[in-house]
């Protein structure tokens, strides 16, 4: 890998620089399976997280999935209850639930990130979080790197500017505007298929698909350039 040629990256959080993919990944499934049953609908799988919510916004992630099941269910608002029988209600059901497994067990980032950003920060390459999340500063913070991302924008900055979601690439592109770094020149660090989409999307210099479950062969598929399972991969000699 030839850092030379680039000046920014772009990281997505959960899943990249720290593992809370899991934690939203049990929420979701913990959530789903009992709504779905109550309906008497065809089962959640952990299929149905990389398919239709994993790196989405929230109440998109849950409308994608009640589609796929022929279900409908009126959007309601942001401030609905966690037993409302609305797209917003099941959102913030299964966020109720992510925050209290981050509370109980706290989050620590990938030792193979933070280790690329300590190699990265010493050539001066600048960097942003790019996340759907709504949730990620309070991660960032328990993960103890949140003085690392002078620029952070995730899913309460785009759902404030109305900057389209995951897979649009326009998250990421304000990231690059905003840290000043030409698009070509900046490179996306993404999980999920619906953020390597968006990252394919833009004119982004490099998008480097992390495999944490949802296969190399996907990622690529998705428009990934590089694949790699642990972001310490791309540490070059240099450091
Ligand atoms: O509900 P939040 O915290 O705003 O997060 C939205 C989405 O953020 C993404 O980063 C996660 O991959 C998804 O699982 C999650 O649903």
């Avoid at 709504?35 to 994608?64: C, I, K, M, Q, W």
């Avoid at 009126?74 to 639930?97: F, H, M, W, Y």
């Avoid at 920060?121 to 790197?145: D, H, M, Q, T, Y």
């Amino acid at each position: 890998m030839n850092w030379d040629v680039y000046e920014a990256c772009l990281f997505d959080l959960d899943g990249v620089l720290t593992p809370t993919a899991e934690v939203h990944m049990r929420a979701w499934a913990d959530m789903f399976s009992e709504f779905l049953n109550s309906r008497g609908a065809e089962p959640y799988t952990d299929a149905d997280y990389f398919d239709h919510l994993d790196g989405r916004p929230r109440y998109e992630g849950v409308a994608a999935l009640l589609q796929s099941r022929d279900l409908e269910l009126p959007q309601g608002d942001p401030s609905d209850p966690i037993d409302a029988e609305t797209v917003c209600g099941l959102g913030n059901r299964k966020d109720a639930a992510f925050n209290e497994v981050l509370q109980r067990e706290g989050i620590q980032p990938y030792p193979g990130s933070v280790q690329l950003l300590d190699a990265l920060a010493e050539r001066g390459i600048r960097f942003a979080v790019v996340s759907s999340s709504k949730n990620a500063r309070p991660v960032l913070e328990a993960a103890g790197i949140l003085d690392r991302f002078p620029v952070i924008v995730d899913g309460r900055v785009a759902a404030e500017e109305g900057i389209p979601g995951k897979p649009e690439p326009d998250t990421f592109t304000a990231a690059a505007e905003r840290l000043g770094v030409p698009g070509k020149k900046s490179v996306v660090f993404e999980d999920a298929l619906s953020g390597v989409r968006a990252g394919a999307a833009g004119d982004f210099g490099l998008v480097v698909g992390v495999d944490r479950g949802t296969g190399a062969d996907r990622l690529t598929e998705a428009g990934a350039d590089v694949v790699v399972t642990d972001l310490a991969e791309l540490i070059d000699e240099r450091g």
